[in-house]
């Protein structure tokens, strides 16, 4: 078996690992942060310390981003060097790689930044705004990461 088949199964790994994440955070997580009244009883968050707590762990799934920017520029730029260009493949990756450091290098700190400043900060205009463009980046990203997985391995199936 060639080495490179490693590789491309570890990238593949990467790109639903970081699509599952995408999922979960959006999906799962989040609804359950923002509606704890709906499952405790008795101690109950409010929507600020609750966006407080979401914040946190965007914040830390960001790293992750940050190492999933540098595989896929990696990885994309070593099989673009070797020859084997696809424009969907290139596409998808430098969407990947632009919502990811647009999520992790801008809305992320953003959104920390205002809350820092207190409750009264996280309900203006401008918080709303930046929360719901980074709603749509992430979004973005989690169709990005199913373009960019589905096409390598369609392209691996070819090849």
Do not use: C
């Amino acid at each position: 078996m060639k080495k490179s088949i490693y590789i491309d199964f570890s990238y593949l790994i990467m790109l639903a690992a970081t699509f599952g994440g995408v999922l979960v955070l959006g999906a799962l997580v989040a609804p359950v942060v923002f509606h704890t009244d709906k499952i405790l009883s008795g101690m109950l968050l409010d929507h600020y310390n609750a966006g407080i707590i979401m914040g946190e762990i965007f914040y830390r799934f960001s790293y992750w981003l940050y190492v999933v920017v540098i595989g896929v520029f990696i990885y994309e730029a070593a099989v673009y060097k070797s020859g084997q260009r696809d424009a969907v493949a290139f596409a998808s990756s430098a969407v990947v790689v632009f919502t990811s450091l647009l999520f992790s290098g801008v809305y992320a700190p953003q959104i920390l930044a205002m809350q820092a400043l207190g409750a009264e900060a996280t309900q203006s205009d401008t918080f709303e705004n930046i929360h719901k463009a980074s709603e749509i980046d992430f979004k973005i990203l989690a169709f990005a990461l199913l373009v960019l997985f589905i096409r390598r391995l369609m392209l691996l199936r070819r090849g």
